[in-house]
């Protein structure tokens, strides 16, 4: 049964609201299109000698796209893990472990991938 503020509100059973719909759809959209980028970028970069793949990976827009391209890929990595790890895993405290690794996972992946590439754009 719900209440009329919990229509207004528009909370769920999980009392998060849309914020994870919406969350899940802007981070699909982000990805699409730099996936794309990253995709033209990559095949664009085969066969192509080191030198030519750090610099062009070293500029500033190829290192911004591809780090914003990360963080989008890490987002909607964890929001859809999150949300298969819901309504899979039963147990309070086991699908509260597999949450916090799932958090703490997401977050190491898209660090080690954008310290690499700033490292690679920073030239260090």
Known sequence: MRTPLSRVRHYGAAHDGTGHFWLERVSAAANLVLAIVFIIVMVGLAGRSYDTV???IGSPIVAALLVMFIAAAAIHMRIGMEAIIVDYVSGEASRMIWLV?????SIAVAVIAILATLKIALGG
Request: hydrophobic share 75%.
């Open 101 to 105: 690794a799932n958090t703490f996972f």
């Open 54 to 56: 750090i610099a062009v």
